[in-house]
Protein backbone atom coordinates (compact mmCIF):
# COMPACT_ATOMS: atom_id res chain seq x y z
CA UNK A 1 0.00 0.00 0.00
CA UNK A 2 1.21 3.51 -0.89
CA UNK A 3 2.54 6.18 1.87
CA UNK A 4 0.98 8.92 -0.05
CA UNK A 5 -2.75 7.03 -0.54
CA UNK A 6 -4.83 6.24 3.25
CA UNK A 7 -7.62 4.37 2.41
CA UNK A 8 -10.96 5.62 4.00
CA UNK A 9 -11.70 6.15 7.67
CA UNK A 10 -14.95 6.55 9.47
CA UNK A 11 -13.43 9.48 11.18
CA UNK A 12 -13.80 12.20 9.15
CA UNK A 13 -13.52 15.38 11.97
CA UNK A 14 -11.96 16.54 15.14
CA UNK A 15 -13.22 14.60 18.44
CA UNK A 16 -14.24 16.70 20.95
CA UNK A 17 -15.34 17.23 24.57
CA UNK A 18 -15.95 21.18 24.73
CA UNK A 19 -19.44 22.43 23.99
CA UNK A 20 -19.92 25.37 21.75
CA UNK A 21 -21.40 28.21 23.56
CA UNK A 22 -23.14 31.16 21.41
CA UNK A 23 -23.02 34.71 23.76
CA UNK A 24 -24.80 35.95 26.85
CA UNK A 25 -27.87 37.30 25.61
CA UNK A 26 -29.51 34.97 27.68
CA UNK A 27 -32.39 34.33 30.29
CA UNK A 28 -30.73 34.60 34.02
CA UNK A 29 -32.01 31.78 36.60
CA UNK A 30 -30.71 32.52 40.56
CA UNK A 31 -30.50 29.58 42.59
CA UNK A 32 -31.02 31.00 45.70
CA UNK A 33 -29.21 27.80 47.25
CA UNK A 34 -25.47 29.02 48.54
CA UNK A 35 -22.77 26.62 48.80
CA UNK A 36 -19.74 26.09 51.07
CA UNK A 37 -17.52 26.21 48.10
CA UNK A 38 -18.05 26.64 44.28
CA UNK A 39 -14.54 24.78 42.29
CA UNK A 40 -14.63 26.30 38.71
CA UNK A 41 -12.64 23.10 36.80
CA UNK A 42 -13.47 20.03 36.78
CA UNK A 43 -9.92 18.43 35.68
CA UNK A 44 -8.45 16.03 38.43
CA UNK A 45 -7.27 19.14 40.00
CA UNK A 46 -10.85 20.00 40.14
CA UNK A 47 -11.90 16.76 41.57
CA UNK A 48 -9.16 15.99 44.20
CA UNK A 49 -10.13 19.51 45.95
CA UNK A 50 -13.90 18.35 45.78
CA UNK A 51 -13.03 15.38 47.14
CA UNK A 52 -11.04 16.69 49.89
CA UNK A 53 -13.99 18.89 51.01
CA UNK A 54 -17.04 16.32 49.97
CA UNK A 55 -18.01 16.89 53.71
CA UNK A 56 -19.02 20.64 52.35
CA UNK A 57 -21.50 21.94 50.54
CA UNK A 58 -19.80 21.65 47.04
CA UNK A 59 -20.57 22.82 43.66
CA UNK A 60 -18.15 21.55 40.75
CA UNK A 61 -18.70 23.52 37.82
CA UNK A 62 -16.81 22.09 34.45
CA UNK A 63 -17.13 23.94 30.70
CA UNK A 64 -16.81 20.45 28.65
CA UNK A 65 -19.41 17.71 28.63
CA UNK A 66 -16.89 15.26 30.36
CA UNK A 67 -15.05 15.42 33.77
CA UNK A 68 -10.94 15.10 34.24
CA UNK A 69 -10.01 18.10 31.79
CA UNK A 70 -6.29 17.15 31.54
CA UNK A 71 -6.68 13.37 32.56
CA UNK A 72 -9.80 12.14 30.45
CA UNK A 73 -10.48 8.39 29.24
CA UNK A 74 -12.34 7.55 26.28
CA UNK A 75 -13.65 3.33 25.34
CA UNK A 76 -13.88 1.19 22.73
CA UNK A 77 -16.33 -1.99 22.85
CA UNK A 78 -14.79 -2.29 26.70
CA UNK A 79 -11.01 -1.48 25.90
CA UNK A 80 -10.14 2.08 28.10
CA UNK A 81 -7.95 4.27 26.22
CA UNK A 82 -6.40 7.65 27.47
CA UNK A 83 -7.24 10.80 25.31
CA UNK A 84 -5.17 13.07 27.33
CA UNK A 85 -3.01 12.57 30.09
CA UNK A 86 -1.59 8.87 30.43
CA UNK A 87 1.25 7.93 32.77
CA UNK A 88 2.64 9.28 36.08
CA UNK A 89 5.46 8.29 38.43
CA UNK A 90 5.24 4.76 40.43
CA UNK A 91 3.86 6.35 43.76
CA UNK A 92 6.22 7.46 46.51
CA UNK A 93 4.67 5.38 49.97
CA UNK A 94 3.31 8.30 52.03
CA UNK A 95 3.06 10.98 49.42
CA UNK A 96 -0.37 12.65 48.40
CA UNK A 97 -1.14 10.46 45.60
CA UNK A 98 -0.20 7.23 47.39
CA UNK A 99 -2.33 8.89 49.88
CA UNK A 100 -5.18 9.93 47.48
CA UNK A 101 -5.35 6.13 45.64
CA UNK A 102 -5.66 4.23 49.13
CA UNK A 103 -8.92 6.59 49.76
CA UNK A 104 -10.17 5.49 46.53
CA UNK A 105 -9.26 1.51 46.75
CA UNK A 106 -6.92 1.67 43.86
CA UNK A 107 -3.61 1.18 45.13
CA UNK A 108 -1.76 -1.40 42.55
CA UNK A 109 -4.56 -1.63 39.75
CA UNK A 110 -1.91 -0.06 37.96
CA UNK A 111 0.93 -1.20 34.98
CA UNK A 112 4.42 -0.43 35.73
CA UNK A 113 6.29 0.25 32.33
CA UNK A 114 9.36 -0.36 33.60
CA UNK A 115 11.52 -1.76 30.26
CA UNK A 116 8.43 -2.66 28.69
CA UNK A 117 9.17 -0.30 25.85
CA UNK A 118 10.36 -0.44 22.53
CA UNK A 119 12.64 2.28 20.82
CA UNK A 120 12.02 3.63 17.09
CA UNK A 121 15.21 4.59 15.79
CA UNK A 122 15.32 6.50 12.73
CA UNK A 123 17.57 4.33 10.05
CA UNK A 124 19.86 6.64 9.29
CA UNK A 125 20.14 8.62 12.43
CA UNK A 126 21.16 4.99 14.07
CA UNK A 127 23.57 4.77 11.24
CA UNK A 128 25.15 8.03 12.50
CA UNK A 129 25.65 7.51 15.71
CA UNK A 130 27.40 3.99 15.65
CA UNK A 131 30.50 5.16 16.60
CA UNK A 132 28.80 6.18 19.38
CA UNK A 133 27.47 2.98 20.05
CA UNK A 134 30.30 1.14 19.63
CA UNK A 135 32.37 3.41 21.89
CA UNK A 136 29.66 2.82 24.44
CA UNK A 137 29.69 -0.90 23.61
CA UNK A 138 33.71 -0.85 25.07
CA UNK A 139 33.19 0.56 27.73
CA UNK A 140 30.53 -1.70 29.04
CA UNK A 141 31.77 -4.89 27.48
CA UNK A 142 29.42 -6.88 29.17
CA UNK A 143 26.99 -5.53 26.73
CA UNK A 144 28.48 -7.54 23.58
CA UNK A 145 27.00 -10.91 25.54
CA UNK A 146 23.33 -9.88 25.19
CA UNK A 147 22.63 -11.74 21.66
CA UNK A 148 19.77 -8.86 21.17
CA UNK A 149 22.50 -6.70 20.76
CA UNK A 150 23.88 -8.60 17.32
CA UNK A 151 20.47 -8.98 16.52
CA UNK A 152 20.30 -5.25 16.46
CA UNK A 153 23.37 -4.90 14.16
CA UNK A 154 21.97 -7.24 11.64
CA UNK A 155 18.55 -5.61 11.67
CA UNK A 156 20.06 -2.13 11.17
CA UNK A 157 22.73 -3.87 8.02
CA UNK A 158 19.62 -5.01 6.49
CA UNK A 159 17.11 -1.75 7.20
CA UNK A 160 20.17 -0.19 5.70
CA UNK A 161 20.07 -2.41 2.45
CA UNK A 162 16.12 -2.26 2.30
CA UNK A 163 16.04 1.41 3.20
CA UNK A 164 13.76 0.77 6.23
CA UNK A 165 12.95 4.21 7.61
CA UNK A 166 12.85 2.62 10.99
CA UNK A 167 14.86 -0.26 13.67
CA UNK A 168 12.94 -1.16 16.55
CA UNK A 169 14.73 -2.63 19.70
CA UNK A 170 13.85 -2.79 23.19
CA UNK A 171 14.80 0.27 25.43
CA UNK A 172 17.14 -1.92 27.67
CA UNK A 173 19.52 -2.42 24.82
CA UNK A 174 20.52 1.61 24.89
CA UNK A 175 21.29 1.20 28.47
CA UNK A 176 25.43 1.45 27.12
CA UNK A 177 24.41 4.72 25.00
CA UNK A 178 22.96 6.43 28.11
CA UNK A 179 25.61 4.90 30.96
CA UNK A 180 27.12 8.27 31.29
CA UNK A 181 23.48 9.54 31.67
CA UNK A 182 22.15 7.42 33.95
CA UNK A 183 25.48 7.72 36.66
CA UNK A 184 24.69 11.47 36.56
CA UNK A 185 20.91 11.07 37.52
CA UNK A 186 21.50 8.71 39.82
CA UNK A 187 22.43 10.85 42.42
CA UNK A 188 19.41 13.04 41.76
CA UNK A 189 16.86 9.84 42.15
CA UNK A 190 14.23 10.37 44.30
CA UNK A 191 15.10 9.52 47.90
CA UNK A 192 18.75 10.47 46.81
CA UNK A 193 18.45 13.45 49.00
CA UNK A 194 18.81 15.71 46.19
CA UNK A 195 15.53 15.34 44.52
CA UNK A 196 14.66 18.27 42.30
CA UNK A 197 11.11 18.73 43.18
CA UNK A 198 8.93 20.25 40.78
CA UNK A 199 7.48 22.78 42.64
CA UNK A 200 10.51 23.70 44.34
CA UNK A 201 10.05 24.85 48.25
CA UNK A 202 11.52 25.28 51.32
CA UNK A 203 13.21 21.92 52.56
CA UNK A 204 13.37 20.41 49.04
CA UNK A 205 16.35 18.47 49.12
CA UNK A 206 17.74 21.39 46.97
CA UNK A 207 18.72 24.92 48.63
CA UNK A 208 17.45 27.48 47.21
CA UNK A 209 20.70 28.73 45.66
CA UNK A 210 21.15 25.86 44.12
CA UNK A 211 17.83 25.67 42.96
CA UNK A 212 18.45 29.15 41.08
CA UNK A 213 21.89 28.51 39.61
CA UNK A 214 20.43 25.58 37.90
CA UNK A 215 17.40 27.60 36.93
CA UNK A 216 19.18 29.99 35.79
CA UNK A 217 20.69 27.63 32.81
CA UNK A 218 19.12 25.53 30.17
CA UNK A 219 19.59 22.08 29.93
CA UNK A 220 21.34 22.33 26.91
CA UNK A 221 24.31 24.51 28.57
CA UNK A 222 24.46 21.82 31.44
CA UNK A 223 25.20 18.94 29.09
CA UNK A 224 26.88 20.23 26.02
CA UNK A 225 28.26 23.50 26.77
CA UNK A 226 31.74 23.01 28.23
CA UNK A 227 31.84 26.93 29.44
CA UNK A 228 28.82 26.53 31.62
CA UNK A 229 30.88 23.68 33.88
CA UNK A 230 32.76 26.09 35.65
CA UNK A 231 30.22 28.05 37.14
CA UNK A 232 28.42 24.83 38.92
CA UNK A 233 29.32 23.20 42.23
CA UNK A 234 32.01 20.48 41.54
CA UNK A 235 29.04 17.67 43.24
CA UNK A 236 26.54 18.68 40.92
CA UNK A 237 29.20 18.96 37.62
CA UNK A 238 28.23 16.29 35.08
CA UNK A 239 31.45 14.51 34.75
CA UNK A 240 31.34 13.31 31.24
CA UNK A 241 30.69 14.25 27.64
CA UNK A 242 28.00 13.37 25.84
CA UNK A 243 27.28 11.94 22.66
CA UNK A 244 24.92 12.81 20.52
CA UNK A 245 22.94 9.81 19.81
CA UNK A 246 22.37 11.06 23.79
CA UNK A 247 21.37 14.49 23.11
CA UNK A 248 18.92 13.17 20.66
CA UNK A 249 16.97 10.96 22.91
CA UNK A 250 17.01 13.68 25.55
CA UNK A 251 15.62 16.03 22.86
CA UNK A 252 13.08 12.78 22.34
CA UNK A 253 11.77 12.44 26.07
CA UNK A 254 11.39 16.89 26.06
CA UNK A 255 9.71 17.15 23.06
CA UNK A 256 7.09 14.69 24.26
CA UNK A 257 6.18 17.29 27.02
CA UNK A 258 6.42 20.50 24.71
CA UNK A 259 9.71 21.05 25.81
CA UNK A 260 12.98 22.09 24.04
CA UNK A 261 16.38 21.34 25.49
CA UNK A 262 17.41 24.98 24.95
CA UNK A 263 14.21 26.19 27.06
CA UNK A 264 13.70 24.46 29.56
CA UNK A 265 16.10 25.04 32.87
CA UNK A 266 18.81 22.49 33.58
CA UNK A 267 16.16 22.04 37.34
CA UNK A 268 13.20 21.05 35.40
CA UNK A 269 14.89 19.44 32.99
CA UNK A 270 16.04 17.19 35.32
CA UNK A 271 13.09 16.50 36.97
CA UNK A 272 11.35 15.29 33.64
CA UNK A 273 14.67 12.98 32.68
CA UNK A 274 14.88 11.62 36.23
CA UNK A 275 11.04 10.13 35.48
CA UNK A 276 11.29 9.21 31.67
CA UNK A 277 14.56 8.03 31.37
CA UNK A 278 15.39 6.31 35.44
CA UNK A 279 12.51 6.50 36.90
CA UNK A 280 9.55 4.50 36.68
CA UNK A 281 6.03 4.99 34.88
CA UNK A 282 2.64 3.63 36.26
CA UNK A 283 -0.44 3.67 34.14
CA UNK A 284 -4.01 2.85 34.96
CA UNK A 285 -6.44 1.43 32.17
CA UNK A 286 -7.48 4.25 30.10
CA UNK A 287 -4.41 6.26 31.38
CA UNK A 288 -5.05 8.73 34.38
CA UNK A 289 -8.46 9.53 33.16
CA UNK A 290 -9.29 6.21 34.86
CA UNK A 291 -8.47 8.19 38.16
CA UNK A 292 -10.46 11.22 37.41
CA UNK A 293 -13.62 8.75 36.29
CA UNK A 294 -13.36 6.88 40.10
CA UNK A 295 -13.24 10.51 42.08
CA UNK A 296 -16.25 11.30 39.73
CA UNK A 297 -18.07 8.39 40.80
CA UNK A 298 -17.44 8.55 44.54
CA UNK A 299 -17.82 12.35 44.63
CA UNK A 300 -21.84 11.55 42.87
CA UNK A 301 -22.40 9.40 45.99
CA UNK A 302 -21.75 11.85 48.49
CA UNK A 303 -25.06 14.17 49.09
CA UNK A 304 -23.67 17.34 49.44
CA UNK A 305 -21.80 17.49 45.91
CA UNK A 306 -23.09 18.66 43.21
CA UNK A 307 -21.47 19.19 39.78
CA UNK A 308 -22.37 20.85 36.52
CA UNK A 309 -20.97 19.95 32.85
CA UNK A 310 -21.52 22.50 29.74
CA UNK A 311 -20.98 24.73 32.25
CA UNK A 312 -18.88 27.87 31.09
CA UNK A 313 -18.59 30.58 33.71
CA UNK A 314 -18.29 34.46 32.55
CA UNK A 315 -18.13 35.84 35.75
CA UNK A 316 -16.35 35.57 39.63
CA UNK A 317 -17.40 38.27 42.00
CA UNK A 318 -16.84 39.24 45.64
CA UNK A 319 -20.48 40.55 46.81
CA UNK A 320 -20.74 41.32 51.42
CA UNK A 321 -18.38 38.59 51.83
CA UNK A 322 -19.44 35.72 50.02
CA UNK A 323 -18.71 35.43 46.46
CA UNK A 324 -21.58 35.43 43.22
CA UNK A 325 -20.94 32.83 40.15
CA UNK A 326 -22.33 33.47 36.83
CA UNK A 327 -22.40 30.64 34.24
CA UNK A 328 -24.01 29.71 30.97
CA UNK A 329 -25.53 26.33 30.20
CA UNK A 330 -27.99 25.63 27.68
CA UNK A 331 -28.43 28.91 26.74
CA UNK A 332 -29.27 30.16 30.08
CA UNK A 333 -27.37 32.55 32.35
CA UNK A 334 -27.00 30.92 35.99
CA UNK A 335 -25.97 32.96 39.31
CA UNK A 336 -24.85 30.91 42.30
CA UNK A 337 -23.54 32.02 45.67
CA UNK A 338 -20.87 30.68 47.76
CA UNK A 339 -18.19 31.59 50.89
CA UNK A 340 -15.06 30.97 48.67
CA UNK A 341 -13.93 29.54 45.27
CA UNK A 342 -11.70 27.25 44.02
CA UNK A 343 -10.08 28.19 40.57
CA UNK A 344 -9.34 25.09 39.32
CA UNK A 345 -9.68 25.67 35.61
CA UNK A 346 -6.46 26.91 33.59
CA UNK A 347 -5.06 30.80 35.00
CA UNK A 348 -5.18 32.39 31.39
CA UNK A 349 -9.06 32.23 31.93
CA UNK A 350 -9.24 33.37 35.20
CA UNK A 351 -8.19 36.74 33.37
CA UNK A 352 -10.90 37.36 32.07
CA UNK A 353 -13.57 36.02 34.93
CA UNK A 354 -12.57 37.31 38.09
CA UNK A 355 -12.19 41.22 37.75
CA UNK A 356 -10.28 41.55 41.01
CA UNK A 357 -6.85 39.98 40.14
CA UNK A 358 -3.40 42.15 41.78
CA UNK A 359 -1.60 43.66 38.57
CA UNK A 360 1.66 41.83 39.22
CA UNK A 361 -0.55 38.51 39.71
CA UNK A 362 -1.67 39.45 36.11
CA UNK A 363 1.65 39.92 34.64
CA UNK A 364 3.09 36.69 36.31
CA UNK A 365 0.11 34.84 34.78
CA UNK A 366 0.90 36.29 31.53
CA UNK A 367 4.42 35.02 31.95
CA UNK A 368 3.35 30.95 31.46
CA UNK A 369 3.53 29.70 28.22
CA UNK A 370 1.36 27.23 26.89
CA UNK A 371 1.88 24.72 23.76
CA UNK A 372 -0.92 22.88 21.98
CA UNK A 373 -1.13 18.95 22.02
CA UNK A 374 -2.86 16.40 20.13
CA UNK A 375 -3.66 13.30 21.27
CA UNK A 376 -4.44 10.55 18.38
CA UNK A 377 -6.43 6.98 18.79
CA UNK A 378 -5.62 4.45 16.17
CA UNK A 379 -8.25 1.30 16.19
CA UNK A 380 -6.91 -1.73 15.22
CA UNK A 381 -8.31 -4.60 14.56
CA UNK A 382 -6.71 -6.76 16.42
CA UNK A 383 -4.26 -6.89 19.22
CA UNK A 384 -1.10 -5.61 18.87
CA UNK A 385 2.19 -5.25 21.84
CA UNK A 386 -0.49 -6.47 24.51
CA UNK A 387 3.17 -7.24 26.46
CA UNK A 388 4.92 -3.52 25.85
CA UNK A 389 4.04 -0.42 26.99
CA UNK A 390 4.52 1.33 24.04
CA UNK A 391 7.75 2.96 22.06
CA UNK A 392 10.03 6.23 21.70
CA UNK A 393 10.38 7.37 18.14
CA UNK A 394 14.03 8.66 17.86
CA UNK A 395 14.18 10.58 14.70
CA UNK A 396 17.62 13.06 15.40
CA UNK A 397 18.11 15.67 12.30
CA UNK A 398 15.86 14.02 10.12
CA UNK A 399 12.67 14.49 12.14
CA UNK A 400 12.05 18.04 10.46
CA UNK A 401 12.21 17.07 6.95
CA UNK A 402 9.22 15.58 7.48
CA UNK A 403 5.42 15.99 6.75
CA UNK A 404 3.62 17.77 9.44
CA UNK A 405 6.70 17.40 11.90
CA UNK A 406 5.62 20.20 13.76
CA UNK A 407 2.88 17.68 15.03
CA UNK A 408 4.32 14.13 14.60
CA UNK A 409 4.17 11.16 17.22
CA UNK A 410 6.88 11.18 20.19
CA UNK A 411 5.62 7.96 22.01
CA UNK A 412 2.99 5.76 21.13
CA UNK A 413 1.15 3.71 23.73
CA UNK A 414 -0.21 0.43 23.69
CA UNK A 415 -3.97 0.34 25.61
CA UNK A 416 -4.49 -3.34 25.52
CA UNK A 417 -0.90 -3.64 27.45
CA UNK A 418 -2.54 -1.53 30.09
CA UNK A 419 -5.71 -3.63 30.44
CA UNK A 420 -4.72 -7.13 31.14
CA UNK A 421 -8.21 -7.70 31.82
CA UNK A 422 -9.96 -6.88 28.21
CA UNK A 423 -9.72 -10.09 26.45
CA UNK A 424 -11.58 -9.08 23.08
CA UNK A 425 -8.76 -9.24 20.14
CA UNK A 426 -8.96 -5.88 19.10
CA UNK A 427 -6.68 -2.88 20.27
CA UNK A 428 -5.94 1.09 20.47
CA UNK A 429 -2.42 2.24 19.85
CA UNK A 430 -2.41 5.87 21.55
CA UNK A 431 -0.29 8.73 19.96
CA UNK A 432 1.14 11.83 21.84
CA UNK A 433 1.92 14.36 18.97
CA UNK A 434 2.96 17.31 21.08
CA UNK A 435 3.49 20.95 19.37
CA UNK A 436 6.36 21.99 20.76
CA UNK A 437 7.89 24.84 18.91
CA UNK A 438 6.95 28.22 19.69
CA UNK A 439 6.68 29.25 16.17
CA UNK A 440 4.14 26.55 15.81
CA UNK A 441 1.37 27.20 18.25
CA UNK A 442 -1.68 28.16 16.49
CA UNK A 443 -1.24 25.70 13.93
CA UNK A 444 -2.90 22.72 15.51
CA UNK A 445 -6.75 24.93 15.56
CA UNK A 446 -5.83 25.94 11.47
CA UNK A 447 -4.97 22.25 10.45
CA UNK A 448 -7.71 20.86 8.38
CA UNK A 449 -8.53 17.45 9.71
CA UNK A 450 -7.95 15.22 7.04
CA UNK A 451 -4.57 16.57 5.93
CA UNK A 452 -3.51 15.69 9.72
CA UNK A 453 -5.34 12.37 10.36
CA UNK A 454 -3.68 11.17 6.65
CA UNK A 455 -0.32 12.44 8.05
CA UNK A 456 -0.66 10.48 11.17
CA UNK A 457 -1.93 7.70 8.80
CA UNK A 458 1.31 7.68 6.98
CA UNK A 459 3.71 7.66 10.37
CA UNK A 460 1.51 4.81 11.87
CA UNK A 461 2.36 2.29 8.57
CA UNK A 462 5.98 2.93 9.22
CA UNK A 463 6.42 2.69 12.34
CA UNK A 464 4.10 -0.62 11.82
CA UNK A 465 6.92 -1.69 8.85
CA UNK A 466 8.98 -1.61 11.70
CA UNK A 467 7.46 -3.70 13.81
CA UNK A 468 6.15 -6.03 11.15
CA UNK A 469 2.73 -5.43 11.16
CA UNK A 470 0.18 -4.52 8.08
CA UNK A 471 -1.30 -1.36 7.56
CA UNK A 472 -4.24 -3.54 6.65
CA UNK A 473 -5.46 -4.08 10.21
CA UNK A 474 -5.61 -0.08 10.84
CA UNK A 475 -9.45 0.55 11.30
CA UNK A 476 -9.72 4.17 12.16
CA UNK A 477 -7.83 7.62 13.27
CA UNK A 478 -8.98 9.75 15.58
CA UNK A 479 -7.81 12.78 16.57
CA UNK A 480 -8.13 14.93 19.58
CA UNK A 481 -6.97 19.11 19.58
CA UNK A 482 -5.72 19.73 22.44
CA UNK A 483 -5.17 23.43 22.13
CA UNK A 484 -2.95 25.29 24.85
CA UNK A 485 -2.91 21.61 26.65
CA UNK A 486 0.34 22.32 28.19
CA UNK A 487 2.61 24.42 30.33
CA UNK A 488 5.59 25.37 29.62
CA UNK A 489 7.89 26.36 32.41
CA UNK A 490 11.49 28.71 30.81
CA UNK A 491 14.66 29.03 32.33
CA UNK A 492 14.25 31.47 34.99
CA UNK A 493 10.59 30.79 35.97
CA UNK A 494 10.86 29.16 39.10
CA UNK A 495 14.16 31.04 40.01
CA UNK A 496 11.70 34.48 39.82
CA UNK A 497 8.67 32.60 41.61
CA UNK A 498 6.35 33.06 38.61
CA UNK A 499 4.10 30.26 39.45
CA UNK A 500 4.00 30.94 42.71
CA UNK A 501 3.23 34.34 42.53
CA UNK A 502 0.46 33.40 39.63
CA UNK A 503 -1.17 31.13 41.86
CA UNK A 504 -1.73 33.33 44.99
CA UNK A 505 -4.80 33.14 46.92
CA UNK A 506 -7.05 36.81 46.12
CA UNK A 507 -8.93 36.58 49.37
CA UNK A 508 -11.48 33.84 49.41
CA UNK A 509 -10.66 32.77 45.82
CA UNK A 510 -7.47 30.01 45.78
CA UNK A 511 -6.09 28.39 43.00
CA UNK A 512 -5.51 24.79 42.64
CA UNK A 513 -4.54 24.10 39.04
CA UNK A 514 -1.46 22.88 38.44
CA UNK A 515 1.78 24.68 36.23
CA UNK A 516 3.70 22.04 35.68
CA UNK A 517 3.12 19.85 32.35
CA UNK A 518 3.09 16.01 31.19
CA UNK A 519 5.36 13.84 33.52
CA UNK A 520 4.46 15.26 37.45
CA UNK A 521 0.87 16.26 35.86
CA UNK A 522 -1.03 13.85 37.59
CA UNK A 523 1.20 14.32 41.19
CA UNK A 524 1.04 18.47 40.92
CA UNK A 525 -2.87 18.05 39.96
CA UNK A 526 -3.71 16.14 43.03
CA UNK A 527 -1.06 18.05 45.32
CA UNK A 528 -2.49 21.48 44.22
CA UNK A 529 -6.23 20.24 44.68
CA UNK A 530 -5.20 19.45 48.49
CA UNK A 531 -3.50 22.37 49.00
CA UNK A 532 -6.08 24.52 47.52
CA UNK A 533 -9.01 22.25 49.96
CA UNK A 534 -6.67 22.97 52.86
CA UNK A 535 -6.74 26.69 52.15
CA UNK A 536 -10.57 26.54 51.71
CA UNK A 537 -10.93 24.94 55.65
CA UNK A 538 -8.38 27.57 57.06
CA UNK A 539 -10.56 30.15 55.18
CA UNK A 540 -13.91 29.28 56.26
CA UNK A 541 -12.82 28.74 59.62
CA UNK A 542 -10.71 31.82 59.99
CA UNK A 543 -14.22 33.19 59.04
CA UNK A 544 -16.54 31.62 61.80
CA UNK A 545 -13.88 32.65 64.27
CA UNK A 546 -14.26 36.11 63.12
CA UNK A 547 -18.34 36.05 63.09
CA UNK A 548 -18.40 34.54 66.71
CA UNK A 549 -16.15 37.15 67.43
CA UNK A 550 -18.35 39.87 66.49
CA UNK A 551 -21.30 37.97 68.07
CA UNK A 552 -19.90 37.67 71.18
CA UNK A 553 -18.73 41.57 71.40
CA UNK A 554 -22.16 42.57 69.93
Not at 219 to 245: A, C, M, N, S, V
Not at 275 to 300: A, D, H, I
Not at 363 to 383: G, M, P, W
Request: with cysteine; hydrophobic share 40%; net charge neutral.
Amino acid sequence: MSLNKMKKLPSEKFEVTKPEFHGNNSEIENIQKEYDVIIVGGGLSGLTAAWQLKSLSVLLLEERNKFGGNARLESRDGLRYASAGSCFQNPVEGGEVAGLLDELGLRNQWQAADQESLVLFDTRRLLKGMGEVCLALINQPKALLNPAMYKLSLDLIKGAITKKPYIVAPKKLGDPVFAKLYEYLEQFKPGSGKYPAVPWSEGCDWSRQEMELFDSISLYDLFFDPTIKGRLPIYLQPKDELGELVKDAIETTLRVECLSIKDVSAYVGLHFLLGYLFGTLVTFPGGNGFLSEQLKNQLEKESSYHSQSTAQVTAVEEIAGSYEVTYLKNQVRYKVKAATVIWAAPKFVAQHVLNNIPNKQRQAISEIEHRDYCIANVFLKKTVLKSHFGGYVIEGAHFNKKPYSWCRSGVCLVANWKDKSFDKDIGVLTLLKPVFGEKDQGKLKEVSFDKLQSATYQEVVLMFAALGLSPDIIEDIKIWRWNKGLVVPKVGQLKNDVFIKASAPIRGVFFANQDTNGLGNLESAVGAGIKAAKQVKNWLESNKQENFISIVSA
